[in-house]
């Protein structure tokens, strides 16, 4: 079965301050590694698809990469804007399964 | 134009009762998909159904049926509604369930509140 595993639960930083979110995967063949944002009260809203390992998307502060068995969302010098829930999913052939996602806070 | 679309936003509604949360895709997509986020945000997939398969996980309770009139609509029924039904639930749709790496488009979440 299918496991997506985000790290960490909670993030907090001060804007400016460059980190990283981590998504591990366990999948019988991978169809593709993608990551969501979810603002509160709204839906997942589409960020990225990764399809192999060494690929990597970049998308204003963020950037996607992957490797055999996880993947990690890169945010560069983060806004109070870049806070959100961030949602990591593998297809596992008929729908996306979702990780319990990274709860990130950027402070002024 | 809104992609994606659900109806209510939000719903409160009494133990036992039947209710129907409405869909709508107007992105041509071949496949839909209801989810359930739970209060710990969890989402979790419930069905995935285009017009030849129903997919369903084989957690959720029979209570719970996808209706589709037709490919742009994905409706979701749930009979005798109990307090742990109480969720967000998504609509989704996606070009088509089957190809690689295809990423699906959610809706804005019907908040059910069962008392």
């Known amino acids: 079965e299918d496991q997506v595993t985000q790290s960490p639960e909670a993030l907090r930083l001060q804007e400016g301050e460059s980190s990283s979110l981590n998504c591990s995967y366990t999948?019988?063949?991978?169809?593709?590694l993608f990551w969501y944002r979810q603002d509160p009260g709204k839906g997942p809203e589409f960020l990225f698809t990764l399809y192999s390992a060494g690929e990597e998307k970049e998308k204003e502060r963020l950037k996607a990469t992957l490797t055999k068995k996880e993947s990690f969302l890169h945010i560069t010098a983060p806004k109070p804007e870049d806070s959100a829930t961030y949602l990591c999913?593998?297809?596992?052939?008929?729908?996306?399964?979702f990780g319990k996602g990274t709860s990130l806070l950027v402070t002024p | 134009d809104t992609a994606v679309s659900q109806t209510p936003k939000y719903l409160v509604t009494q133990m036992g009762n039947d209710k129907s949360i409405k869909c709508e895709q107007n992105?041509?997509?071949?496949?839909m998909y209801w989810y359930k986020q739970d209060s710990k945000k969890f989402l979790k997939i419930m069905f995935s159904?285009?017009?030849?398969?129903?997919?369903i996980n084989e957690t959720v309770p029979n209570r719970f049926s996808p209706k589709s009139p037709d490919k742009a609509h994905l409706n979701l029924h749930i009979n005798s509604l109990e307090l742990g039904d109480s969720a967000v639930y998504f609509c989704?749709?996606?070009?088509?369930?089957?190809?690689?790496?295809?990423?699906?488009?959610f809706g804005q979440g019907t908040r059910l509140t069962v008392v």
């Open positions: 999913a593998v297809d596992s052939g008929y729908a996306l399964n």
């Open positions: 159904y285009n017009n030849k398969e129903l997919i």
């Open positions: 992105l041509g997509h071949d496949t």
């Open positions: 999948v019988s063949g991978l169809r593709g």
């Open positions: 989704a749709s996606s070009p088509s369930g089957k190809a690689l790496g295809t990423e699906a488009f």
